[in-house]
């Protein structure tokens, strides 16, 4: 059974089908056997919303190949329309605690993905409002994969490439892979299951990148540390 996790709402999502997902290789040595902590982003709260496919599908591969993924949903978790970021509190002041307690999740993480669909040719609302409410400093040094969707022939692509500054902007390096996907709903089953042989490799081929920059970053945060 998987789980459909985010730190204050824990769900279980049964009956995901569990999918044969190659493992990750890299010529010299792997970290195919290193568990990795990742925080995935969804960018969608809309009424019968494809990112939920989508998502399914990711942490299945995430999670057969020996990695932590805490979601970070905002229809689950409700963000307001930003009001006041965490970083924005004044010493003196005291930010909610399910502020602080989300930016833990983040800080905590190894690295992360975000979901996106595509609305307008731009980045979903929900997806800039949930990130924009944490400081650049707890995603920074970190990687983050792309992933986008959407109902139409172009998979997304334009709101993926909105998303390489946005995310550069809160600290985060972007794999050169971007795994998009078009026609969404007849590529993923409800339950997550992929349906093309596209859906089928992109997630595999995502993390594969998304791992190689985990382990490189981590380490260097810890043999050398971060600019001061
Ligand atoms: C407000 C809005 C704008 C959209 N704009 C685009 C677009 O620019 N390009 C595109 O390929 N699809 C667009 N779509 C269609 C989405 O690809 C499709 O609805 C997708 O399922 C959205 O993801 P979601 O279901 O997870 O919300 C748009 C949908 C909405 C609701």
């Known amino acids: 059974m998987l789980r459909w996790c985010c730190p204050s709402f824990v769900t279980s999502v049964d ?7 190659q493992t990750a290789h890299f010529e010299k040595g792997s970290c195919s056997t290193m568990g990795f902590n990742y925080v995935m982003f969804l960018g969608s709260v809309r009424e019968g ?52 307690k989300h930016n833990k999740t983040i800080q905590d993480a190894d690295g992360y993905v975000v979901i996106s669909a595509e609305y307008n040719r731009a980045i ?16 920074k040094y970190k990687p983050c994969g792309i992933v986008c969707y959407s109902l139409g022939p172009a998979g997304g692509i334009v709101a ?29 089953s409800e339950d997550g299951k992929p349906l093309t042989d596209r859906a089928k490799t992109g997630g595999p081929n995502l993390l594969k990148e998304l791992e190689w920059y985990t382990a490189a970053l981590k380490r260097q945060r810890e043999e050398i540390g971060i600019p001061k």
């Open 15 to 21: 009956n995901i089908t569990d999918t044969n997902h």
């Open 49 to 100: 919303r494809n990112v939920s496919r989508v998502a399914k599908y990711m942490i299945n591969v995430f999670e057969s190949n020996g990695h932590k993924v805490t979601i970070f949903d905002p229809q689950e978790m409700e963000f307001p329309m930003l009001k006041k970021p965490l970083h924005f509190h004044r010493s003196n002041e005291q930010p909610p605690d399910w502020l602080v």
């Open 124 to 139: 979903p609302p929900a997806l800039t409002n949930m990130m924009n409410h944490f400081p650049p400093a707890s995603y």
């Open 160 to 188: 993926a490439m909105a998303l390489r500054p946005f995310l550069g902007e809160l600290g985060m390096v972007t794999p050169s892979f971007i795994f998009a996907t078009p026609q969404v709903a007849d590529a993923f």
